[in-house]
């Protein structure tokens, strides 16, 4: 049986790991209790959701009513999306939960650092096969005008690396660090993303769905205009002296 106030703190921690949209569905999804939790967690494609569903269905019982659960869960989320940041820095993670509660999920950070942007969005990867939610956010945020700009690793310019073009249907500047101004074996292996020059997430993880969802990664979150500027300026910079340049 649910202890007073064990619900409350579930909702909260759902709240604040994962994306807004996704504790929307789960809130959807408890109104038809564990039978509505179950099903979504069957078409569920994320893991983070995946392991909510389960959780909060055991917190009901049987197909009881859970709109109860879903008030709380849709009105955290919307309590945390209306909150101020009053702090500078946030520790970001993807992988294994523990007691200690330090950090939000990468996926749930990413996608509100992209849906909050409206001038630009420089994104760095090693890898990048992003999952559909990151493309969606990006295909949207270059639709309302905002400047997207992609430096990404390519075999050409590095032939360790193993990937391939990603983004080909996106509205964006693309970069990148030729072979002829590198040292030899180097490779592009930042992972930053700057929003707006006010906010910038630097940390391990790729624009892949492993590093959203399954890998163990950890960034840091900078609400540090001064930070994230010098950041943007720095790859700037190196564009207007060739060291990055757009693919001929």
């Not at 919307?78 to 500078?88: E, I, P, Y």
Request: hydrophobic residues 40%.
């Amino acid at each position: 049986m649910t202890a007073p106030g064990e619900l409350e703190d579930l909702a909260a921690e759902l709240a604040e790991r994962l994306p807004y949209n996704d504790v929307k569905q789960l809130s959807h999804a408890c109104r038809t209790g564990r039978r509505g939790l179950h099903e979504l967690e069957a078409q569920a494609a994320g893991i983070a959701i995946r392991a909510a569903c389960h959780k909060l269905r055991s917190y009901l019982s049987g197909d009881s009513d859970g709109s109860y659960a879903a008030g709380l869960l849709l009105g955290a989320a919307q309590a945390r999306r209306s909150q101020k940041v009053d702090h500078r820095v946030d520790v970001v993670w993807t992988g294994p939960a523990s007691s200690v509660q330090t950090s939000r999920l990468t996926s749930a950070v990413i996608g509100e650092l992209i849906d909050s942007a409206e001038r630009e969005i420089l994104l760095v990867s090693y890898a990048s096969y992003p999952p559909k939610s990151l493309s969606a956010a990006l295909a949207a945020a270059a639709a309302r005008g905002v400047e997207v700009t992609l430096l990404l690793e390519r075999q050409m310019d590095n032939p360790r690396f193993q990937g391939s073009s990603s983004f080909s249907d996106l509205t964006a500047t693309r970069l990148s660090w030729p072979a002829q101004y590198r040292e030899s074996g180097a490779s592009l292996h930042a992972k930053i993303i700057v929003v707006d020059r006010q906010t910038a997430l630097i940390g391990s993880a790729n624009l892949t769905s492993y590093a959203f969802e399954k890998n163990l990664e950890c960034g840091i979150l900078l609400h540090d205009a001064v930070q994230a500027s010098a950041i943007a300026r720095h790859l700037g910079a190196l564009r207007e002296t060739g060291i990055l340049a757009e693919p001929a």
